[in-house]
């Protein structure tokens, strides 16, 4: 059974840093996507950032420069998240999948973790 682990969410004032990790367990292809998605009240599930397990990454426009998707092998991925404004305050999810035209879809995606909360107050 597939299942993703996160950590690494928290309270931080804007300008800071957090880091997000995330671990999957169970999953036994080598070739996937791994993502970080955000979701915050009222709004719909948005794509932050992803990565193929061959290299190619993607980020949304809102994090570009600020962000830095990276893995340390097939089943651990972290989401350095820098100069951290208001705006990005959500429920951060990781997600596995194989998406095959748009890595940053939530619908593309099959498994999911339970989420980590990020606060930015200004």
């Known amino acids: 059974q597939v299942h993703l682990v996160e950590s690494g969410g928290g309270s931080v004032q804007a300008g800071g840093s957090l880091t997000l990790s995330c671990t999957a367990f169970g999953y036994t292809e080598d070739i996937r996507y791994m993502g970080w998605f955000r979701q915050s009240p009222g709004k719909e599930r948005e794509g932050v950032a992803t990565i193929h397990s061959g290299g190619y990454l993607e980020y949304a426009d809102s994090v570009k420069g600020r962000f830095t998707i990276s893995k340390d092998n097939v089943k651990n991925v972290h989401l350095q998240m820098n100069s951290l404004k208001p705006e990005d305050t959500a429920m951060y999810y990781c997600?596995?999948?194989?998406?095959?035209?748009?890595?940053?879809?939530?619908?593309?995606?099959?498994?999911w973790g339970q989420g980590t909360q990020v606060i930015v107050s200004s």
């Open positions: 997600a596995l999948g194989r998406p095959v035209a748009r890595p940053l879809d939530a619908d593309s995606y099959n498994y």
